[in-house]
């Protein structure tokens, strides 16, 4: 728990991610997504470079509901990694974290901007608007704040 100057305190939680494929921490090493929260504060999900929607499903009972998801997007792929597999998830894969999360407030990043990147924000819309989610999703301008 760090301390906060209003006397309260963030806690810092890591939860499973995987970054690619199965099996592909044997390349790639172990990966961490985290969940910040505390007394008074809304309940962060941060998904670091995973590309295992799945992982995150039990996140809701072990730590609570989360208000706000920060996903790393952009199906980044690197041709000579685990034969070009997505290493990050895909438009689909955010899609499906949000309904597995069930929070209200999903933004897509790191997604624009590498070369390596499969996908854009525009596939996270797009797969947000086919699945019914689209209310949830927050796209950040890149340089401006995002308040949710």
């Known amino acids: 728990m760090l ?6 305190a963030l806690r810092v939680s890591g939860v499973p991610a995987r970054h690619g494929p199965e099996g592909a921490e044997r390349v790639l090493g172990d990966v961490t997504g985290f969940v910040l929260d505390g007394d008074g504060l809304p309940r962060v999900y941060l998904s670091g470079d995973n590309a295992a ?80 989610l689209s209310g949830v999703l927050r796209v950040p301008t890149p340089g401006v704040p995002l308040v949710v």
């Open 3 to 8: 301390p906060r100057p209003d006397g309260g």
């Open 53 to 132: 929607p799945g992982l995150v499903a039990d996140v809701p009972e072990r730590l609570g509901p989360v208000d706000v998801a920060i996903v790393h997007a952009g199906a980044a792929r690197v041709p000579t990694i685990l034969d070009g597999a997505a290493l990050t998830l895909g438009g689909a894969g955010v899609a499906e974290v949000a309904r597995l999360l069930r929070a209200p407030v999903v933004v897509p990043v790191h997604a624009e901007g590498w070369a390596h990147f499969s996908e854009s924000v525009a596939d996270v819309e797009r797969a947000f608007a086919a699945t019914g």
